[in-house]
C-alpha cells in the first residue's frame, strides 16, 4: 500500500550503513518516522530534499515497523541560501521544539502551517530572528493547549490595567498582579511586554513585522517565552542552548 502525504524534515538520524531515519511533520498526519533507503550514498536521488528542512510531496510504502519513502517531490528546501549561524540555529531549534510536544501520529491542526510560515520568516529574514522565535513559541503553545493567560491575573481573574505591578509566572501559566500573586519566583513583565506577546498570540507573523518596538521588550518577551517553554517541557531543549551561544 502506498501513503501520499507532504511534510517537513524536522529531524533526522544516520541509520544502518546508508540509510537514515527521518522525523517529518506531515500536513496531514502529524509527526511521523520514516526510513529512507540508500540516502547516505553519494549517488541517492532523494539525498538533496529528504534532508534537514526539507519540504516534500512523499510516497511512502508501508513497513514492518517503519514507513519507507519510495518518492519525494521537492516543494521547496529552507536550508538552500546563504543562511547565518543565527537562521540555522533557530530552524534547528523550532524543528527540536515541535519534535519535543508533538506526539508521533497525532495530528494537530494549524502546526505544519505555522512551521512553514516561521520558516519562511527566518529565511527571508522579513521579521527579527528573535521575534520570529517568540512568535513561534507562544503560536506553538496556543495551538497545544498551553497559552499563558495575558489578559487577566491567573490566581484573581481580576482583568489587568495600567496600575498593576504585573509578573510572569511560568509555574501558574500566565501574567499574576499584585494582589493575586503567589509565585515569588515569578519574573516581571513590562506592560508593553505584554503588549507584544498579546499581538504575537493573536496576529499572523507577516502583521507583527510591521510593528515597531525596542530592543529591550523583544529580549525581554524572548526570555520570558523560552523559560515557559522550559518550564511546559520539563527539559531544557538543546538547540535553544547552542542559540544562546550564537546570540
Same mark, same amino acid.
Given at each position: 500500500?502506498?501513503?501520499?502525504?507532504?511534510?517537513?524534515?524536522?529531524?533526522?538520524?544516520?541509520?544502518?550503513?546508508?540509510?537514515?531515519?527521518?522525523? $517529518?511533520?506531515?500536513? *496531514?498526519?502529524?509527526?511521523?518516522?520514516?526510513?529512507?533507503?540508500?540516502?547516505?550514498?553519494?549517488?541517492?536521488?532523494?539525498?538533496?530534499? !529528504?534532508?534537514?528542512?526539507?519540504?516534500?510531496?512523499?510516497?511512502?510504502?508501508?513497513?514492518?515497523?517503519?514507513?519507507?519513502?519510495?518518492?519525494?517531490?521537492?516543494?521547496?528546501?529552507?536550508?538552500?541560501?546563504?543562511?547565518? !549561524?543565527?537562521?540555522?540555529?533557530?530552524?534547528?531549534?523550532?524543528?527540536?521544539?515541535?519534535?519535543?510536544?508533538?506526539?508521533?501520529?497525532?495530528?494537530?491542526?494549524?502546526?505544519?502551517?505555522? !512551521?512553514?510560515?516561521?520558516?519562511?520568516?527566518?529565511?527571508?529574514?522579513?521579521?527579527?530572528?528573535?521575534?520570529?522565535?517568540?512568535?513561534?513559541?507562544?503560536?506553538?503553545?496556543?495551538?497545544?493547549?498551553?497559552?499563558?493567560?495575558?489578559?487577566?491575573?491567573?490566581?484573581?481573574?481580576?482583568?489587568?490595567?495600567? *496600575?498593576?505591578?504585573?509578573?510572569?509566572?511560568?509555574?501558574?501559566?500566565?501574567?499574576?498582579? *499584585?494582589?493575586?500573586?503567589?509565585?515569588?519566583?515569578?519574573?516581571?513583565?513590562?506592560?508593553?511586554?505584554?503588549?507584544?506577546?498579546?499581538? !504575537?498570540?493573536?496576529?499572523?507573523?507577516?502583521? $507583527?513585522?510591521?510593528?515597531?518596538?525596542?530592543?529591550?521588550?523583544?529580549?525581554?518577551?524572548?526570555?520570558?517565552?523560552?523559560?515557559?517553554?522550559?518550564?511546559?517541557? *520539563?527539559?531544557?531543549?538543546?538547540?535553544?542552548?547552542?542559540?544562546?551561544?550564537?546570540?
Amino acid at each position: 500500500m502506498v501513503l501520499k502525504t507532504r511534510g517537513i524534515v524536522i529531524r533526522k538520524a544516520n541509520f544502518g550503513e546508508a540509510d537514515r531515519i527521518l522525523t $517529518i511533520l506531515t500536513s *496531514d498526519r502529524g509527526k511521523i518516522r520514516v526510513v529512507a533507503k540508500g540516502v547516505r550514498r553519494t549517488k541517492a536521488k532523494l539525498a538533496g530534499w !529528504l534532508d534537514m528542512f526539507a519540504d516534500n510531496e512523499l510516497e511512502l510504502a508501508e513497513g514492518r515497523n517503519l514507513d519507507i519513502v519510495t518518492a519525494a517531490v521537492g516543494v521547496r528546501n529552507f536550508a538552500t541560501g546563504d543562511l547565518s !549561524l543565527q537562521q540555522t540555529g533557530l530552524m534547528y531549534y523550532i524543528c527540536e521544539l515541535v519534535d519535543k510536544l508533538l506526539e508521533e501520529t497525532h495530528e494537530v491542526t494549524g502546526v505544519f502551517p505555522l !512551521l512553514q510560515e516561521t520558516l519562511t520568516a527566518i529565511v527571508g529574514k522579513s521579521v527579527l530572528l528573535e521575534i520570529s522565535k517568540t512568535y513561534f513559541e507562544i503560536k506553538l503553545l496556543t495551538i497545544l493547549g498551553f497559552a499563558p493567560e495575558l489578559y487577566r491575573c491567573v490566581v484573581s481573574g481580576k482583568e489587568l490595567n495600567a *496600575d498593576d505591578s504585573l509578573h510572569f509566572s511560568y509555574r501558574l501559566g500566565g501574567v499574576v498582579c *499584585d494582589a493575586g500573586n503567589q509565585d515569588d519566583f515569578a519574573p516581571a513583565i513590562s506592560k508593553e511586554g505584554i503588549k507584544l506577546l498579546r499581538l !504575537l498570540q493573536k496576529y499572523p507573523l507577516e502583521a $507583527i513585522s510591521k510593528i515597531k518596538v525596542s530592543d529591550e521588550v523583544i529580549k525581554e518577551t524572548s526570555y520570558l517565552m523560552s523559560e515557559f517553554v522550559e518550564y511546559v517541557t *520539563d527539559s531544557r531543549i538543546k538547540s535553544l542552548q547552542v542559540l544562546g551561544q550564537l546570540s
